[in-house]
């Protein structure tokens, strides 16, 4: 890494894979689309709140986010240096921005479904952070142990979709009965060394979730 050594550090750690000691993988996007009917107004959040991707420390954090189609996202700079946020849908760019000020915000609507890729343009080409855009899809993302869960879905059966950036996509499907937490573990086949993956052949497993009533492994 050469580009702004001197705030980023020498070498920045991969965000690609990051795997806990019992093999849980973070950063995998679930998403619950039901197959029967559709999702209650409550089942997922609004596009009200603006979702917010900040610079900070040179990274996106978050890394990958779910958010609701028509969401505004807010685009922060938390570096004294110069970033910028590519965002792609496909081969389109969606939007380009600079921010070249410390605490500088910006602003652009996400009007378009799909997987919202991000990078900075500006030799920080470690830089990637994912936005999944959906409509009438409830989302989480896993956490350090890769765990999540979808709280409040209606009695009945759903699609869950489960993406990891490096790992790929699976589909499962769940059903959820009145009253009770529906659990889903899902598990990923070995990475191998030469992807990057998890040394000592850990099989690397995005979560154990709960849909409500889900996680990733």
Not at 36 to 64: I, K, Q, T
Not at 143 to 154: H, Q, S
Not at 177 to 206: C, F, H, I, N, Q
């Amino acid at each position: 890494m050469t580009k702004h050594r001197q705030f980023c550090g020498r070498a920045i750690p991969r965000e690609r894979y990051l795997i806990s000691q019992a093999g849980g993988v973070r950063h995998a996007a679930v998403l619950v689309e039901p197959l029967e009917g559709v999702l209650r107004p409550s089942e997922g959040a609004g596009p009200d709140a603006p979702a917010v991707l900040d610079n900070h420390r040179c990274r996106f954090v978050p890394r990958v986010q779910v958010v609701p189609l028509g969401s505004v996202v807010e685009i922060r700079n938390s570096d004294p240096i110069l970033h910028t946020a590519h965002a792609y849908l496909g081969q389109e760019t969606l939007f380009n921005v600079a921010l070249p000020h410390y605490r500088q915000n910006l602003r652009a609507r996400l009007t378009r479904p799909g997987l919202v890729r991000v990078r900075c343009d500006v030799g920080h080409t470690w830089m990637r952070a994912y936005l999944w855009v959906v409509a009438g899809v409830a989302g989480a993302v896993s956490d350090e142990e890769g765990r999540f869960a979808v709280n409040g879905l209606a009695p009945g059966r759903y699609r869950v979709r489960v993406w990891h950036e490096a790992l790929g996509t699976q589909t499962h499907e769940v059903r959820v009965e009145p009253g009770t937490v529906s659990m889903l573990e899902v598990w990923y086949e070995r990475a191998s060394r030469k992807r990057g993956g998890p040394a000592e052949g850990r099989d690397p497993r995005p979560g154990a979730g709960e849909a409500q009533g889900g996680g990733a492994r």
